[in-house]
């Protein structure tokens, strides 16, 4: 039987499926990836060539920090900004809404579906997905960096680089930095899912950030079969009962 007709069988019969994606997913929405960007930003001729530069020529590691932040926080969250206008501009692709497609199925046939994303662009809620785990946060909430306090952004560019509350507080983005701890409630919600589950489905990350470069042992250690969807391997490749080698956008559709 080919494999996207076990992935298929899978699914329709998993009591509790967790699907965690990363950037991959949202390659096909024209939204660059984190380590596959070394010159292609994957970005638009229009785009603003400088943080095309930035991101091309900055390892994103290094930008998505505290430390890059207390350096530099007015080119940081210019690249942050840049980002936030690159998400809002771009349209979930045909594997965001695959995923929906399947949740909503699974949730019709009274069985769980939990999809954990490492992505902050908010595209997975834009395809019709419910309860999104963003375990790395989200780049469209912004926060006092003091106290916490939320800002909305507004719909376009901010005014000033970096924008501050009206009390004159700098904000940051509501993102997970590296070195920084996962939100509470995204951690204990990904645990209980792993814990429970009887397919574990990983699409569009290099595995190599943790703690969500964990989470397939976790799965496997709750008895779920496991399936990785990405057009190269990863670490975790040869440890995954069944790989769907290609990008997520063609296959996912296909298990619908
Ligand atoms: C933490 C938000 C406690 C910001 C991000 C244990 C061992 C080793 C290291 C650590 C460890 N524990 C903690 C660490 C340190 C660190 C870490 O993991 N470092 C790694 C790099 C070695 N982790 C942390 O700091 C985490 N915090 O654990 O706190 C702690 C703290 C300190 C010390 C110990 C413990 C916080 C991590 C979160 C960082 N924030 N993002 C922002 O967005 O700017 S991570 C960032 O990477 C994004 O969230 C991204 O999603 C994520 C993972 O990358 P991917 O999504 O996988 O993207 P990538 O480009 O890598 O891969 C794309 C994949 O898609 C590729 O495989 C490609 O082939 C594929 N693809 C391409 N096109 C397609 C496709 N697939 C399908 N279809 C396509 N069309």
Request: net charge negative; aromatic share 8%; charged share 20%.
């Given at each position: 039987?080919?494999?996207?007709?076990?992935?298929?069988?899978?699914?329709?019969?998993?009591?509790?499926?967790?699907?965690?994606?990363?950037?991959?997913?949202?390659?096909?929405?024209?939204?660059?990836?984190?380590?596959?960007?070394?010159?292609?930003?994957?970005?638009?001729?229009?785009?603003?060539?400088?943080?095309?530069?930035?991101?091309?020529?900055?390892?994103?590691?290094?930008?998505?920090?505290?430390?890059?932040?207390?350096?530099?926080?007015?080119?940081?969250?210019?690249?942050?900004?840049?980002?936030r206008?690159?998400?809002?501009?771009?349209?979930?692709?045909?594997?965001?809404?695959?995923?929906?497609?399947?949740?909503?199925?699974?949730?019709?046939?009274?069985?769980?579906?939990?999809?954990?994303?490492?992505?902050v662009?908010?595209?997975?809620?834009?395809?019709?997905?419910?309860?999104?785990?963003?375990?790395?946060?989200?780049i469209m909430?912004?926060?006092?960096?003091?106290?916490?306090?939320?800002?909305?952004?507004?719909?376009?560019?901010?005014?000033?680089?970096?924008?501050?509350?009206?009390?004159?507080?700098?904000?940051?983005p509501?993102?997970?930095?590296?070195?920084?701890?996962?939100?509470?409630?995204?951690?204990?919600?990904?645990?209980?899912?792993?814990?429970?589950?009887?397919?574990?489905?990983?699409?569009?990350?290099?595995?190599?950030?943790?703690?969500?470069?964990?989470?397939?042992?976790?799965?496997?250690?709750?008895?779920?079969?496991?399936?990785?969807?990405?057009?190269?391997?990863?670490?975790?490749?040869?440890?995954?009962?069944?790989?769907?080698?290609?990008?997520?956008?063609?296959?996912?559709?296909?298990?619908?």
């Amino acid at each position: 039987m080919p494999d996207t007709e076990t992935a298929r069988l899978w699914f329709a019969r998993a009591r509790h499926a967790v699907v965690l994606t990363g950037s991959g997913v949202s390659a096909e929405s024209s939204i660059p990836t984190f380590r596959d960007v070394k010159g292609d930003a994957g970005g638009d001729p229009d785009d603003d060539t400088t943080m095309q530069a930035l991101w091309a020529e900055f390892d994103p590691q290094t930008l998505a920090t505290p430390e890059a932040f207390d350096a530099d926080p007015e080119m940081v969250t210019r690249w942050y900004d840049w980002r936030r206008l690159k998400c809002l501009g771009a349209q979930p692709n045909p594997g965001h809404l695959a995923l929906a497609e399947l949740q909503r199925r699974a949730i019709a046939d009274g069985r769980r579906f939990t999809l954990l994303t490492q992505n902050v662009d908010g595209l997975h809620q834009r395809a019709g997905s419910t309860g999104v785990v963003e375990l790395h946060g989200s780049i469209m909430q912004w926060r006092g960096v003091r106290t916490g306090v939320s800002a909305d952004p507004p719909p376009g560019p901010f005014d000033t680089y970096p924008p501050t509350l009206p009390t004159g507080e700098p904000i940051r983005p509501s993102v997970v930095w590296f070195g920084e701890m996962l939100p509470e409630r995204a951690i204990a919600a990904a645990f209980e899912a792993l814990a429970s589950c009887d397919l574990f489905v990983s699409v569009g990350t290099s595995a190599v950030v943790h703690p969500a470069a964990g989470f397939i042992h976790q799965a496997r250690d709750a008895g779920a079969r496991t399936i990785e969807i990405n057009p190269d391997s990863t670490p975790i490749s040869n440890i995954t009962d069944l790989r769907l080698v290609g990008r997520s956008g063609e296959i996912l559709p296909r298990l619908v």
